[in-house]
């Protein structure tokens, strides 16, 4: 095999890089918005999926949204302390933990169970704060919340400690598990079993004013999951939840990367480990530096394809920790760099295709694009005004 060179220099990155279109981000709330009379959460956990929390949960609040949601008290905090004003609620934690910081950053908190009703408590008493809470009924997921039969007793606690000022029942919510599924048998079961679980917290005397089911596929296509909010993820960062029924979001992600080397190699040239692909004619194979390592799933490699300017081309063999080949083919012009996924308005791969050829979801391919692919973030998005300074309510 002759190697033929190092590209590179002609105004591609230099390295790997996801382009995060703050502009498609705000669109994409905007969607939601428009889409429900619900107030709209803008689920940024996990680093926004892999988006950048801070600029994304901007982007969201410009677009229409008017709360964020996040896993952790951790990450609520990241938010809040770059400065976002806007309600917050986190949801998994461990009821050992301290809460004292996130309740002093408002960040509302999820109690599903006795113990985290008691981590809750603790913190008010701590700082003398009254502590915003969502009780989380689970309402056939067999994931978080309370089991219904021990619902009763947490609403009546609830009320006691809200009687005592320690806690605000702001919120009832739950979770569904199939409502990016075409039939969705489960979503009214879920349904009833939520307005069931909001009337007995009614009947103790709690008022929530944020009822909550919605994912975003819910928030796209049911519109009786709405209640109050709805929490919108996926749909948020552009993959439309139930492909077969566009709504108009907009892919807000494009991962690029350069070709580090090419070579002219013959036909039946066994390429990567393993020899998976042998070429099927003379051709010249591409150096990509993205690997698996970088949340390319290697699962893809037999049937992912990048974009390489004008065209498809396959990725040759498997994809390696840190590297894969592409099969450029002979061509007049050779590209410098390739377009691993985006929105897919100019040919490209799309993350949802990334996520087939993986046997996976887009939710998992996005947010497991790691650290080593720098971020830039672009897109016109109007600024919002600067957290004014709160003063500490407790001693
Ligand atoms: C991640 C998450 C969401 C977002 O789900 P999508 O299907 O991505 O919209 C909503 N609610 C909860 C509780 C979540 O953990």
């Known amino acids: 095999m002759e190697e033929v060179g190092i590209t590179g220099g002609r105004g591609a990155p230099a390295s790997s890089e996801a382009v995060i279109d703050l502009s498609a981000i705000a669109g994409n709330a905007a969607v939601a918005r428009r889409l429900t009379s619900a107030a709209v959460m803008a689920v940024v956990k996990a680093n926004a999926f892999g988006h950048g929390a801070v600029p994304v949960a901007r982007a969201a609040l410009a677009g ?4 964020l949601g996040v896993a952790s008290p951790a990450e609520a905090l990241l938010l809040r302390n770059a400065g976002i004003e806007a309600p917050i609620l986190a949801w998994l934690f461990h009821p050992s933990r301290d809460l004292r910081a996130a309740v002093c950053g408002d960040i509302q908190l999820s109690v599903s169970s006795a113990g985290h009703m008691g981590a809750v408590v603790a913190a ?28 009763p007793d947490l609403v009546r606690t609830a009320y006691l400690h809200e009687r005592a000022g320690l806690i605000d029942v702001r919120g009832v919510w739950s979770h569904l598990a199939d409502s990016d599924d075409p039939v969705a048998a489960l979503v009214p ?25 919605a994912n975003s596929s819910a928030a796209l296509h049911h519109p009786g999951t709405h209640f109050d909010m709805v929490r919108f993820g996926i749909g948020l960062y552009g993959v439309e939840p139930v492909p077969d029924h566009p709504t108009g979001l907009r892919g807000a992600m494009t991962l690029h990367a350069p070709i580090v080397q090419t070579r002219r190699v013959r036909a039946g040239t066994g390429v990567s480990y393993r020899h998976d692909y042998v070429t099927p004619t003379s051709t010249r194979l591409g150096l990509v530096p ?8 290697r699962s893809a490699s037999a049937h992912a394809q990048v974009w390489v300017g004008v065209e498809r081309r396959p990725v040759a063999g498997r994809i390696s920790m840190d590297q894969f080949v592409v099969d450029l083919g002979i061509r007049a012009s050779e590209p410098d760099h390739v377009v691993v996924f985006g929105p897919g308005t100019g040919g490209e791969p799309t993350v949802a295709e990334w996520a087939t050829w993986a046997g996976t979801i887009p939710h998992e391919v996005l ?19 600067p957290a004014a300074c709160s003063e500490a309510r407790h001693a």
């Not at 993205?290 to 799933?297: H, I, K, M, Q, R």
């Open 367 to 385: 947010t497991g694009i790691g650290a080593r692919v720098r971020r830039r973030w672009i897109g016109a998005v109007p600024d919002l005004p």
């Open 189 to 213: 079961r879920q349904v009833a079993r939520f307005e069931a679980a909001v009337a007995l917290a009614e009947r103790v005397g709690l008022r929530p004013s944020v009822r909550h089911l």
């Open 64 to 67: 229409g949204a008017s709360w």
């Open 290 to 297: 993205v690997g698996y390592a970088d949340g390319l799933p």
């Open 124 to 151: 008010a008493r701590a700082t003398g704060r009254t502590v915003a809470v969502h009780l989380k009924i689970d309402t056939g997921m067999a994931r978080g919340g309370a089991a219904p039969e021990d619902w």
